[in-house]
């Protein structure tokens, strides 16, 4: 499996951008899928999840009001809105695909991942 990342950038606090993952396997795919975000020195930490079947979403209580993740199978896509952007939110964001079908908040449920997209927010 290999997932791609894109749709970062460089914004102004308040704005917005959409992160999108597209992944090498489409409607054969069963597994939950998950954002995560790494900052300059400081460890990967988790952003959003969204179940395989997209009916249960999982989110960081940081971003939670503002980030939304939704999926479309058919294509293989997963994405990331990311609304009211903090200079907080800085950091290079990655996708991952889950072990199993439940939108997971640990990096020890994915077991692929995307190479990552940057996400500069300014104030």
């Known amino acids: 499996v290999q997932l791609q990342a894109s749709g970062g950038g460089l914004v102004q606090a308040g704005g917005s951008l959409r992160l999108s993952c597209a992944s090498s396997r489409r409607t054969s795919s069963n597994n939950g899928m998950g954002w995560f975000r790494q900052a300059p020195g400081k460890e990967r930490e988790f952003v959003a999840a969204i179940s395989w079947r997209g009916d249960s979403s999982n989110y960081a209580d940081a971003v939670k009001g503002r980030f939304t993740i939704s999926r479309d199978n058919a294509r293989g896509t997963v994405h990331l809105q990311m609304n009211g952007l903090e200079p907080e939110d800085t950091a290079v964001y990655f996708c991952?695909?889950?072990?199993?079908?439940?939108?997971?908040?640990?990096?020890?449920?994915?077991?692929?991942w995307g190479q990552g997209t940057l996400v500069t927010v300014s104030s």
């Open positions: 991952a695909q889950g072990r199993l079908a439940r939108a997971g908040s640990s990096a020890r449920d994915y077991n692929y």
